[in-house]
């Protein structure tokens, strides 16, 4: 472990550097960002969320599971808005059995008398076995998971999101339901998916899109409003993975090309000075009449909340992946957590 680096240096090293300090012991431990994760994890963690989905269907399954883990506490830290993420995360750990405690609003918190974030989540690792986080600010949870490495606290931090940065947990819950769709269809190497929307600032599409170099002979099709796309750090990322992508602007060009599509929202609570407006985003939503040029076993996913990318119709059609994909963040999360404290063993054999 890189113990006595200062921050400055640890945080501009590239993402496969900094993975070993992520590690404890070999094992998993901070869920920080996507590129820690290489294919033998995520084959790793797809099985085992299917095995949990599996033992969870009986009662003897669900005691089983609640014992893993009983007498651990997580703290969920959320101070950016979450539905999805929070609560999953707040099922996952009670699936296993552990306590949860909640900070969603620091108006009641130590913060307003002037105790730096910092300060407030070191505080929690006195408290708790596990720290759950979503914060507005890129690399926040990269520096807490730095701070408690640094100070000798074995307490891990799980990113729950990061500004416009990274929602790794998220990207592994699209890998997982990639999986499941394409389980009989090859897996996903080969697969083309075309992500869409406001690609600059979606974290979801980042963080996956830096898990699908994982598999092989995969294409992206980057399908986004001029000053939205892609940034050039995941572009160049891409490229020296050799992961092949193309960038578009007529979303119904590519539909007919593609395995999975994947939409997203236009993410304005990133604006400087309302510059969302000028764009015309409904060239980037999902038409009715796009259904027909679909291929016939493609999927069509969405991290949510939607807005009118894709119409509530289309809820119906069985390519329509995302009320899935909200049920596979569960699992996936109870998995990464039983994995985080080895007992992803115990869980296989059982
Ligand atoms: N829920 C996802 C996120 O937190 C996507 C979104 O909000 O648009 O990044
Ligand atoms: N997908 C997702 O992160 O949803 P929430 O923002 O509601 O947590």
Same mark, same amino acid.
Request: aromatic fraction near 10%; proline fraction near 2%.
């Given at each position: 472990m890189m113990r006595g680096i200062e921050w400055e240096t640890f945080r501009k090293l590239r993402g496969s550097k900094k993975k070993e300090y992520f590690l404890r012991n070999g094992n998993i431990f901070h869920v920080i960002m996507s590129q820690q994760f290489d294919r033998k994890f995520l084959d790793e963690i797809c099985e085992l969320a299917t095995k949990i989905r599996g033992i969870s269907k009986g009662n003897k399954g669900v005691r089983f599971l609640q014992s893993l883990l009983q007498g *651990?506490?997580?703290?969920?830290?959320?101070? &950016?808005?979450? %539905?999805? %993420?929070?609560l999953s995360f707040m099922a996952?750990?009670?699936?296993l059995g552990i306590?949860?405690?909640?900070?969603?609003d620091t108006s009641t918190s130590s913060e307003v008398k002037g105790e730096s974030q910092e300060d407030t989540v070191r505080t929690f690792s006195s408290y708790v076995d596990l720290i759950i986080m979503r914060h507005p600010q890129a690399g926040f949870a990269?520096?807490?998971?730095?701070?408690?490495? &640094?100070?000798?606290?074995p307490v891990p931090v799980i990113n729950a999101g990061s500004g416009r940065d990274q929602h790794p947990t998220q990207a592994l819950l699209d890998i997982y339901t990639l999986?499941?769709?394409f389980e009989n269809y090859g897996g996903i190497d080969g697969k083309k998916?075309?992500?869409?929307?406001?690609?600059?600032?979606?974290? %979801?599409?980042r963080s996956l899109a830096y898990l699908l170099r994982n598999y092989k002979g995969v294409k992206l099709y980057f399908v986004a409003p001029k000053d939205l796309q892609?940034?050039?750090?995941? *572009?160049?990322?891409?490229r020296e993975q050799s992961v092949d992508f193309e960038e578009k602007d007529d979303l119904e060009e590519v539909i007919p090309l593609v395995d999975a599509v994947y939409m997203t929202r236009i993410q304005d609570e990133y604006d400087e000075a309302g510059e969302s407006k000028r764009i015309d985003y409904s060239k980037y939503h999902f038409k009715r009449e796009y259904l027909k040029i679909l291929p016939p076993n493609a999927i069509i996913m969405h991290p949510l909340p939607r807005r009118e990318e894709i119409p509530v119709e289309i809820d119906e059609d069985k390519r329509a992946m995302y009320w899935r994909q909200v049920r596979n963040g569960m699992w996936v999360r109870v998995a990464l957590i039983a994995k985080i404290f080895r007992k992803d063993r115990d869980i296989m054999e059982y």
């Open positions: *651990k506490r997580a703290m969920l830290y959320f101070v &950016q808005p979450s %539905t999805r %993420t929070f996952a750990c009670q699936i306590q949860c405690s909640e900070v969603r990269e520096r807490i998971a730095f701070l408690l490495n &640094q100070i000798g606290r999986h499941r769709s998916i075309a992500f869409v929307g406001d690609l600059l600032r979606g974290r %979801t599409v892609m940034g050039e750090d995941l *572009k160049e990322y891409l």
